[in-house]
């Protein structure tokens, strides 16, 4: 994820993120249970999931490591469980 999305950040997230992870993401950075309309990008992913991990985003950070990163995705998964539980009938 670290270095596809600084390679290719255009690309849908769906190359890496499966449905309800990437709807479990949005939903919870944007704090609203209305989805886009288009699949996020990798690079807008990639950026949500390390804001999950600390990654402040500063300036002068530069593009967010693999600690952040893996940090962001172990809240990702927890997210999503609970996303499951609410959104499946």
């Not at 709807?23 to 249970?33: E, G």
């Not at 886009?36 to 949500?48: D, F, I, K, M, S």
């Not at 999950?52 to 893996?70: I, Q, S």
């Amino acid at each position: 994820l670290t270095y596809l999305s600084r390679v290719d950040s255009n690309r849908p997230c769906t190359v890496v993120l499966t449905e309800p992870e990437w709807k479990a993401l949005y939903n919870f950075i944007h704090k609203t249970a209305l989805l886009p309309q288009e699949v996020p990008t990798l690079g807008q992913v990639t950026a949500w999931i390390a804001k999950l991990g600390g990654f402040l985003g500063r300036n002068a950070d530069g593009p967010p490591g693999v600690k952040l990163l893996w940090q962001g995705w172990r809240r990702l998964f927890d997210i999503t469980e609970t996303w499951l539980i609410f959104n499946t009938s």
